[in-house]
């Protein structure tokens, strides 16, 4: 099956273009790593920015400091030094998650010299207008919708300002990734290694060396 990269009702311009990803990275995965990679790959985007979310009253997340070491490793050791790719740690220093309406409006009123776009995997659109400001984020924000397989793209959920990446590189999510060390957890403990390895943690793929070891 071929990837493609489907444009829909959205502003072309020459600025350049940057695609915000968006998550709590806990942890970040090979996934989100070869996302964003295929998003550079068929230049749906010139940059990928990874903004890992602040403290969040939703759901219980590492550490701030140690979700960002974490997602340093794992930008470190899959893209090289050249890759237009950077971690914006915005949420972290505010303290706060921001939520996205107002995080993409003040990227895009601060830098004007580029056009942002969100990055969000099929299986959250029907769920976008339920966010924070949803009227507003799905009529004002411009999207990247990465095609995830078992999500079909409906219309019907789509924003008015979108491109669609069909086909792109799927995995495992971070919940997945967290359900599976807290099932094998008590088993890798005693095996008394020093450091398991991804098989240990049935991760093999899913997470780099230096993410496992952190």
């Known amino acids: 099956v071929s990837t493609q990269s489907t444009w829909g009702k959205f502003t072309m311009d020459s600025r350049k273009r940057v695609a915000v ?3 709590s990275f806990n942890p970040p995965t090979n996934a989100h790593m070869l996302m964003a990679a295929e ?3 068929l230049r749906a985007a010139d940059e990928v920015w990874f903004v890992p979310c602040g403290t969040r009253d939703d759901k219980v997340i590492e550490t ?4 960002l070491e974490m997602l340093s490793i794992a930008v470190a050791e899959f893209f090289p030094s050249e890759a237009p790719v950077k971690i914006d740690d915005i949420e972290m220093r505010n303290g706060r998650l921001i939520p996205t309406y107002y995080l993409m409006k003040g990227y895009e009123e601060s ?5 942002f776009f969100f990055a969000i995997g099929s299986d959250l659109l029907p769920t976008l207008i339920d966010w924070n400001e949803g009227d507003k984020l799905c009529q004002e924000i411009n999207f990247l919708v ?4 078992g999500y079909p ?4 959920f789509l924003p008015k300002k979108f491109q669609i990446l069909r086909n792109a590189v799927d995995g495992a999510s971070s919940t997945l990734v967290r359900t599976r060390l807290s099932e094998d957890w008590e088993t890798i403990r005693t095996t008394q290694k ?3 390895t991804a098989m240990d943690f049935s991760l093999l793929g899913l997470l780099s060396k230096g993410v ?3």
Do not use: C, H, M
Request: proline content about 3%; cysteine-free; aromatic content about 6%.
């Open 21 to 23: 990803f968006g998550g």
């Open 39 to 41: 998003t550079l790959n």
């Open 64 to 67: 701030n400091a140690n979700r």
């Open 111 to 115: 830098r004007q010299d580029i056009e």
């Open 146 to 149: 990465l095609e995830r397989v």
């Open 153 to 156: 793209i409906e219309s019907k």
């Open 194 to 196: 020093a450091i398991p």
């Open 212 to 214: 496992i070891k952190y």
